[in-house]
């Protein structure tokens, strides 16, 4: 089971139906997954990262993987949280709790809805739903989010370092 702590009032918890700021500190029992995407809008690609940490037998790989012909931040964001879903559910995690630094993606998440241009991801995401026992999506600030963050940009600065050797 998962259970989240926050140790402020400044948080967004969808089961008290409050938004606020940010949460000061999250206390996390279970696997956790921090994920994070790095887009480039010009080139409309993107670098994703996922975590997973927390309390299990089972020890998850990090992941980090480069997509083409991605329209927006928000659609990098859900392609990551889409990427962390599928693996834990391929890992027989029966709890998951997903922390991401895009508050827009999270309300999603947390109300059932879409946007059209992320139909199909928002899709396999709710598929899966059925898998877990328990599964949260919070949002954090940029400054919490730091495990992923360097694993996303760090993918997106190596393609830049081989685009740039071999010109």
Known sequence: MVLVIFRSSNCLEHSYGFLSAIPSVVEIRGRLCNVDAAWDAKARNCDIGVIFSGESTITLPNLCESHNHVSSALMAEAIAVRLAVVT????????????????????????????????????????????????????????????????????????????????
Request: aromatic share 14%; proline share 2%.
């Open 88 to 167: 834990a559910v391929y890992s027989n995690v029966r709890s998951l709790a997903v922390l991401s630094d895009s508050l827009s993606l999270i309300k999603l998440l947390k109300n059932g809805e879409s946007q059209p241009e992320l139909f199909g991801i928002m899709f396999d995401i709710y598929h899966y739903l059925s898998y877990f026992d328990v599964i949260s999506y919070t949002f954090i600030s940029q400054n919490f989010n730091g495990k992923a963050d360097p694993v996303a940009k760090s993918t997106f600065s190596l393609v830049i370092t081989i685009s740039l050797v071999g010109v």
